[in-house]
């Protein structure tokens, strides 16, 4: 399960210095990023840029904290809350030596919380961004890379079933993670499902806003979706301010999610 799991990793960095989001599926899909609500955009920043590798983008209005396989998007907004309690709880990062990370982390007077063995047997740890940012980090000392983007995680009662919602939409197969059976990969990016024993609330608004995938030809793709009946929130368009084309929906437990076409050039 290690080598998997190992395999997984190389591929999202594979060919990283070239391309910042990894090579798209058969169908033109491929992970984006994650957006984020934060109270102090200069903070965020550098807090992504210092122990995390990322490097900051500015597209018009658009703030972009570039990071291998995935981007990681600011609004300079209050959220309404943290991710904990939303069905989007967190998202996760390898990391090649966890005790170095959280030493300097703990060292800039930042919040650790359970340490433990995870579901890949590997030492885990969770830490909290400000505005409540919850983020899980996995030691892979074979990582070609200090960090790497490695998981969102979902947490809901009806998990399988939003599992399942997700394979069919974007014609993935599901692909346990260690013990953690109900998960899925998308280029770039694995997708845990967990249980919850009560609802979760929605996304939009709080700190993490809402997740993204990249895709070829985003129109011919957003005229598929509603041809299986889904529902936009925002219609297909064309942001040039910003260099992307986007649309969004949001999954059967309210999590926002935005189609992007555009942002591999970011």
């Known amino acids: ?44 920043k550098s807090l992504w840029v210092k122990h995390f590798g ?35 709880d967190h998202f996760g990062f390898k990391v090649r030596n966890l005790a170095s990370f959280l030493e300097k ?42 960090v790497v983007p490695y998981h969102i995680h979902f947490y809901t009662p009806k998990h399988e079933e939003l599992l399942s919602w997700y394979t069919e939409l974007l014609g993935l197969e599901v692909r346990s993670r260690g013990s953690i059976p109900t998960t899925t990969n998308v280029p770039g990016m694995n997708l845990s499902f967990a249980s919850s024993d009560e609802e979760r609330l929605a996304t939009k608004g709080r700190s993490i806003d809402h997740i993204g995938f990249e895709v070829e030809n985003l129109e011919a793709f957003c005229k598929l979706l509603e041809e299986k009946g889904i529902a936009f929130d925002v219609a297909y368009r064309d942001v040039p301010a910003i260099g992307l084309k986007i649309a969004f929906i949001t999954d ?7 189609f992007t076409e555009g942002l591999d050039a970011y």
Not at 23 to 34: I, S
Not at 111 to 119: C, H, L, S, Y
Request: aromatic letters at 6%.
């Open 252 to 258: 059967p437990t309210g999590v926002y999610i935005e």
């Open 1 to 44: 399960m290690r080598s998997l799991a190992l395999l997984f990793v190389l591929a999202l960095c594979a060919g990283n210095a070239n391309a910042q989001l990894a090579v798209p599926n058969e169908a033109g899909l491929t992970y984006g990023h994650v957006h984020l609500n934060v109270t102090d955009m200069e903070l965020h």
């Open 54 to 88: 990322g490097t900051v983008v500015q597209k018009g209005t658009l703030t972009a904290i570039r990071m291998p396989n995935m981007a990681i998007l600011l609004s300079g907004r209050e959220p309404t809350g943290g991710s904990q309690g939303t069905v989007m």
């Open 105 to 146: 982390w703990r060292a800039d007077g930042l919040w650790v919380g359970r340490e433990f063995i995870g579901a890949e047997g590997q030492p885990n740890a969770y830490v909290m961004m400000p505005d409540d940012v919850y983020v899980e980090l996995q030691e892979d000392q074979a990582l070609p890379l200090e």
